[in-house]
């Protein structure tokens, strides 16, 4: 389907101008407003809070809500996600699956040939094919665990309304865990008793007033955080601007460990201490040794707070069973630190109150559990946990962690799961000796290996035999590794279903694509602020739902209807009805310390405000009193050593941190002879993670020559004659993509970058095809970090870089499908 942006938009505004506009919740103000200048309209979004535009039915203008201060660029883009030739129209069938369905042609999965249909036709499809697997398969045929970021609000959260429709008619294969901190919410528990990466961290008036020294491992605060899981306030950048004045006046020295010279880096003009990709464990473990062997550890804090010291120093002095004393001088050989420096870095965090603050993309490796491990055990033998401004965070860098937290309590949301007492229309539960629950990075091995066994976090998993798959608002070809292994793994699939907004990468490899609209497109009510509780933000409706999109909860009313479980899936209330009491319990819950207006005043409004949050100190009560305020682990102290991983007996994940060899590492290590350039798939800096890409006039502020940039150093670009702005090829023996090269001194030699979240784009349909655009998860590596968490390894990537030469291929990531008349 090709059609030229100009003609998409006047289409639209043809289309939404002509619509009738029915019963809504639009604010009295905002109505009274409408004028031949339009309407402006409060809404929310992962960005942040806008103020809205809107003439004639289309959205005109967004600017920054008057509370954001240091709004994102990102909300520039807005426009373009909701007007955008990737739109999904209509429900679409793939032309095989639709004629032959479970005996379908699997490999035409990808050729993006589809028919249209109507709702009805769509949704009698999806019923038949859950009638089919419960009764031909029983539950472990149905894989609908898969969930993503989703869009905000508290009532459309449509993991939720997908989940809770499917349990109405049966069950299913669940998941557990998530591709963020897969490793770091499994290892975390049993070191320091909770999960802490989605924990509210130190406060940073505290930092500020108490630090004398912040090490950021790993991590780019001010990238990051301009994204939220619910409405982002963006009031962590006062906190930044801060910590940049006392950076200069010299009060606070801050040093970012990184191969790469950072975003934050670049902003906060702080320290850079270079380490080579993936050896951070090794750096840790010959700061550990030069703390220990110059009596710069805190004793006391060991011998209080913590269980397990001594067999960890022994590996570390050498007295373990490789033997071998982890000196600074053995560490610089593999982490490219000098060892004298090794040495100052280790006294330096000693002499004051020092913040180690770890990102999220460290644990994203093979062994991803031991640097997240190693950190705690430096920040214990530091001796500074629970102090203000000292110990370790591993959250700061997301959804506004560190502001001070006002404590309200927030709006929940629509339930996921059955109501109390209610089984569903098939209830059985055998899922034929297979379990239940996967690790999410896992499901592709399961789809593959059906009936294959899996070590996982002390327990064995027996993989289900799936058949088919549903995904709502969530896009696995963007985040899942390796993807000319999920081809072959969708092979295996008799039917997936997708809905959502945008024609991605998962719904040209679906069977059955249903539009949601996008949540500019319906009403809803938000957290503004997801860890501080700022407030609450009303979600107006900007325009009507575009093309034939309905809202998750209208289409899984729908389906719900086709086995007789509407009301219960609705509990009888509209919209409108859930909003009113998600607000109402939620003002109920205030009403002693937040008095809130009533909802019809909050509506009219947009915005209620709960006031300035109060300071706080992560792990302070636990060390004010550590018995009665113990931590989540076995032993209740912080675990140097775990005896309970230990008794699990991985080789690679053992009782104490150690330093383990990736598969691929470069600088030297395994496979750098035949690929020798590191690939860092990090956060991106214009969207959340794909969320955004298919915003075409913001996507290209960015492209290169229409593709998704890659970052290279000067070095790597002379070897290989590769000049800024070149069309290059990115490949390993997994894949090959097509990307924009950007020449950066930001970048070492042997290391590149290409953000996540692009478009996944192959030239067709076959295994190794060329992806046109620059997804990184089509060179990355599909194995488990380790038999503990099983999580996600992408950032051990070795890949090569050339000029690419020959006739250039169109992006194919982008627009809609090719329509087939039946």
């Known amino acids: ?102 005996n379908s042609d699997r490999k035409q999965r990808g050729d993006n040939r589809f028919v249209r249909l109507t709702w009805d036709e769509a949704l009698d499809l999806f019923h038949e094919e859950l009638e089919r697997i419960q009764t031909t398969y029983g539950p472990s045929g149905l894989y609908a665990g898969a969930t993503g970021w989703r869009q905000t609000g508290q009532f459309h959260s449509c993991g939720s309304h997908m989940q809770r429709a499917v349990n109405l008619h049966g069950n299913f294969v669940n998941k557990v865990g998530d591709y963020s901190t897969g490793a770091g919410q499994v290892i975390l528990p049993y070191v320091m008793g909770s999960t802490e990466v989605y924990d509210q961290g130190t406060s940073w008036p505290l930092i500020l007033e108490n630090t004398d020294t912040i090490i950021l491992w790993a991590n780019d605060l001010y990238k990051n955080l301009q994204v939220g899981w619910n409405c982002e306030t963006h009031d962590s950048y006062a906190y930044l601007a801060q910590l940049k004045d006392k950076i200069a006046d010299g009060s606070i020295k801050v040093i ?62 050498g007295k373990g069973d490789d033997g071998i004393e982890k000196t600074p001088e053995w560490a610089a050989k593999i982490s490219g630190v000098d060892a004298e420096r090794i040495r100052e870095f280790a006294r330096l965090m000693a002499a004051g109150r020092t913040q180690l603050i770890f990102g999220w993309a460290i ?63 098939h209830p059985s539960t055998d899922f034929k000796g297979a379990s239940r629950i996967i690790p999410v990075a896992r499901w592709i091995d399961c789809i593959l290996e059906p009936g294959g066994k899996l070590q996982y976090n002390g327990s064995e998993v027996t993989y289900p035999d799936i058949k088919m798959s549903i995904f709502s608002g969530c ?6 590794q390796d993807h000319n292994r999920m081809k072959r793994a969708f092979y295996e699939l008799e039917t997936v279903v997708t809905i959502d907004y945008s024609w991605n990468a998962t719904c040209r490899f679906s069977d059955l694509v249903l539009p949601a609209c996008t949540q500019f497109e319906r009403n809803d009510i938000d957290v503004y602020g997801g860890y501080s509780k700022t407030g609450i933000l009303a979600m107006h409706k900007l325009v009507d739902p575009l093309f034939h999109s309905r809202t998750d909860f209208d289409i899984f009313t729908d389906l719900s209807r086709r086995y007789g479980r509407h009301k219960e899936y609705t509990q009888n209330k509209d919209e409108f009805q859930w909003l009113k009491e998600l607000y109402n319990d939620c003002k109920k819950a205030n009403e002693d310390k937040y008095p809130m207006p009533e909802f019809e005043q909050f509506w009219e409004g947009g915005y209620v405000h709960f006031g300035e949050g109060k300071n706080w100190v992560r792990h302070a009560s636990f060390r004010e ?43 030297g290590g395994p496979g750098s002879d035949k690929h020798p350039l590191w690939l ?27 593709r998704e940039p890659v970052f290279l150093s000067p070095e790597d670009a ?23 090269a950007v020449v950066s001194d930001n970048f070492p030699a042997g290391v590149i970058r290409i953000q996540e979240g692009a478009w996944y784009g192959p030239t067709d349909a076959s295994i190794g095809a060329l992806d046109t655009y620059g997804d990184p998860n089509t060179l990355t590596l599909d194995v488990g970090t380790s038999r503990l968490a099983q999580a996600p390894s992408a950032n051990t990537c070795l890949v090569d870089i050339e000029v690419f030469t020959g006739t250039v291929p169109e992006v194919t990531s982008f627009g809609g499908p090719t329509v087939v008349n039946t």
Not at 680 to 692: A, F, G
Request: with cysteine.
């Open 625 to 667: 009193d550590p018995e009665v305020n113990a931590v989540g682990t076995p032993s209740g102290f912080i675990e140097i050593s775990s005896r309970k991983i230990g008794s699990y007996g991985y080789d690679d994940c053992q009782q104490h941190p150690i330093w383990m060899e990736k598969a691929e590492r470069s600088h």
């Open 363 to 425: 644990q994203r490796q093979q062994h991803g559990e031991q640097p997240y491990w190693a950190g705690a055990v430096l920040a214990a033998m530091l001796g500074q946990i629970g102090l203000p401004g000292g110990g370790i965070s591993y959250a700061h860098h997301y959804s506004g962690i560190g502001i001070p937290p006002t404590g309200a309590s927030v709006p929940g949301g629509f339930p996921r799961n059955l109501d109390p007492g209610k089984v569903p229309e």
């Open 1 to 102: 389907m090709t059609i030229s942006r100009r003609h998409f938009l006047k289409g639209i505004a043809a289309t939404s101008a002509a619509a009738l506009i029915g019963q809504s919740l639009l604010v009295r103000g905002a109505q009274a407003a409408v004028s031949a200048d339009g309407t402006w309209r409060m809404a929310g979004s992962h960005w942040g809070a806008v103020k809205a535009l809107v003439k004639g039915g289309v959205v005109t203008e967004i600017k920054p809500f008057e509370r954001d201060k240091y709004p994102t660029d990102m909300i520039n883009g807005i426009k373009g996600l909701i007007y955008n030739p990737s739109r999904i129209r209509y429900p679409m069938a793939r032309l095989d699956w639709l004629k032959n369905r479970e």
């Open 475 to 480: 896009n696995p070809w963007h985040h899942h």
């Open 256 to 317: 970012s460990v990184d191969p790469v010279k950072s975003k934050t880096q670049d902003y906060l003009q702080c320290e850079q201490q270079y380490i080579n990709p993936q050896s951070d464990v090794a750096f840790m473990l010959a700061l550990a040794h030069t703390l220990y062997s110059e009596d710069l550890h805190d004793k006391d804090f060991l011998n209080t707070y913590t269980l397990g010291f001594e067999p960890f120093i022994d590996y570390v002095l």
């Open 718 to 740: 002379k070897a290989r004659g590769i000049n800024d702005g070149d069309l290059v090829r990115v490949f390993n023996d997994r894949g090959q993509l097509l990307a924009g």
């Open 680 to 706: 860092q798939s990090v956060h991106p800096d214009k969207r959340l993670h794909s969320q955004m890409c298919e915003s075409d006039e913001y996507r290209a502020t960015y492209a290169v020559q229409g």
